[in-house]
C-alpha cells in the first residue's frame, strides 16, 4: 500500500491517495477540490483513482468530488446522514466565502462494516458520528483514515450542524480506542498519530477505552 497526502485548499485538508502497489488501482481519501493536483499525482504514481471515499460531508472535504467523478470516472461514496452538506455545498461555500464549486454527484452510500475492495486492499467502513452525523472513519491494514473525528492530540470541531461532543467522545472510545495500538492515524487536519498515543495523550479524553 502507498500512501500519498495532497493538502488541499484554504482550510487545509489532508487528501490522501491510496495506491494498491500491485494493481495500481486507488481511493481517494476526501477531495478537497484541486483536481488537477490530483490527477497529476495519480497519473506520476501510475494509479487509477476507482473511489472516492468521503469521511464526512462537510465542503472542505467534498468540494473536488463533482470535477474528479468527471475527470476519473471514479465512484463517489458519502454516508447517507451527511447528505445535507452535499446538497447545500454551493450555499456553505458561499457562506464561508469559499471559491465555487459543483455540487457532488454520489454514486453509493457507505455503512457501518462495508467492505470496499480497491484492487487487493479492502477498506473497512467504521460510521463515527459526532464531528458531523455521517462521519466515517476507513481502516485499511494497519492505517485508519479517521477524517475529522481524530486529530493529533485533538479532536474534531462539533458545533456544526448534526455535531454532538457526546456522540464524538462515544465514537473515538468505543470504535476507534478499541483499535490496536499500533494502528496509524491520517486524519484529514494536521499531522498523523497513532491509536496508542492518542489512548495516551488526547487531552479531550483522558481515559482509556473501556
Ligand atoms: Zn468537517
Known amino acids: 500500500m502507498i500512501i500519498k497526502t495532497l493538502v488541499i485548499g484554504p482550510i487545509e485538508v489532508n487528501n490522501y491517495l491510496v495506491i494498491d502497489e500491485n494493481t495500481k488501482d486507488a481511493a481517494l481519501i476526501d477531495a478537497g477540490g484541486d483536481w488537477e493536483k490530483t490527477v497529476k499525482l495519480a497519473k506520476d504514481n501510475n494509479a487509477s483513482i476507482k473511489y472516492i471515499l468521503n469521511t464526512h460531508g462537510h465542503f472542505d472535504h467534498t468540494a473536488g468530488d463533482y470535477d474528479l467523478r468527471e475527470k476519473t470516472g471514479a465512484k463517489v461514496l458519502v454516508h447517507q446522514n451527511d447528505m445535507y452538506f452535499v446538497e447545500n455545498i454551493k450555499a456553505h461555500l458561499e457562506l464561508y ?60 470541531r462539533t458545533d456544526l450542524p448534526g455535531g454532538s461532543y457526546e456522540k464524538l467522545k462515544d465514537s473515538v472510545i468505543n470504535k476507534l480506542f478499541t483499535l490496536d495500538e499500533s494502528i496509524k492515524v491520517y486524519p484529514g487536519h494536521g499531522s498523523s ?15 482509556k477505552a473501556q
Open 193 to 207: 498519530t497513532s491509536i496508542g498515543h492518542e489512548k495516551k495523550n488526547n487531552p479531550f479524553f483522558g481515559i
Open 97 to 156: 466565502n469559499m471559491p465555487k464549486f459543483e455540487t457532488p454527484k454520489i454514486d453509493a452510500y457507505l455503512e457501518d462494516g462495508q467492505i470496499i475492495k480497491v484492487g487487493n486492499l479492502e477498506f473497512k467502513v467504521i460510521h463515527t458520528p459526532g464531528h458531523s452525523e455521517g462521519a466515517v472513519c476507513f481502516l485499511v491494514d494497519d492505517v485508519l483514515f479517521s477524517g475529522d473525528t481524530l486529530f493529533a492530540d485533538s479532536v474534531g
